[in-house]
Nanobody, 115 residues
Framework: QVQFVESGGGSVQPGGSLRLACTTD????????IGWYRQVPGKESELVAD???????NYVDGVKGRFTISRDNAKQTVYLQMNSLKPEDTAVYFC?????????WGQGTQVTVSS
């Protein structure tokens, strides 16, 4: 069972930045449509940014202009650069295929934004 492995989370003050990374050993990585999801306890996960194989990206309205998703196919890694972080960005962040596959979820990485 091959999952994604997320890293880069942490605690920052409002306005701060973090860069998340997720990697996998899954084959055909460069063909995958991959997304960053986030989940707050008691709520369903939310797809916040995704990137298709040709590099085209999509963002949920609440993160446009603040978050940037990118991929390095040689390293089989997808990044999420998060700037101007807000308290409402606090969540556990995961990556997965779009649409998600239940067996591919990793442990996620916690992002906490507070003063």
């Amino acid at each position: 069972q091959v999952q994604f492995v997320e890293s880069g989370g942490g605690s920052v003050q409002p306005g701060g930045s973090l860069r998340l990374a997720c990697t996998t050993d899954r084959l055909y990585f460069n063909e995958l449509h991959i997304g960053w999801y986030r989940q707050v306890p008691g709520k369903e996960s939310e797809l916040v940014a995704d990137i298709v194989s040709n590099g085209r990206t999509n963002y949920v309205d609440g993160v446009k202009g603040r978050f940037t998703i990118s991929r390095d196919n040689a390293k089989q890694t997808v990044y999420l650069q998060m700037n101007s972080l807000k308290p409402e960005d606090t969540a556990v962040y995961f990556c997965n295929r779009v649409p998600s596959v239940s067996d591919w979820w990793g442990q996620g990485t916690q992002v906490t934004v507070s003063s």
